[in-house]
């Protein structure tokens, strides 16, 4: 692939940034109704999501630079 391709950027990081969400939203459900381990489902989600944002930093940095 010679070109940044955003579809492809999209693809990827769709699916793990949803995977954090649902991690944050378990979190928050466990967090209301006093549930063990909540505010743990909330950090990893957060850490994936931020995981998510510097991956998709880095490809369309790295993939810009590749035309």
Do not use: R
């Not at 990827?12 to 459900?29: A, R």
């Not at 549930?35 to 991956?55: C, P």
């Amino acid at each position: 692939m010679t070109t940044a391709d955003p579809q492809f950027l999209y693809m990827i990081l769709v699916l793990p940034s949803l995977f954090g969400l649902t991690l944050v939203g378990d979190g928050l459900n466990k967090v209301v109704h006093e549930e063990s381990g909540g505010y743990i489902s909330i950090v990893f989600g957060l850490i994936f999501i931020a995981v998510v944002i510097f991956a998709y930093l880095f490809f369309s940095t790295y993939l810009s630079q590749q035309v």
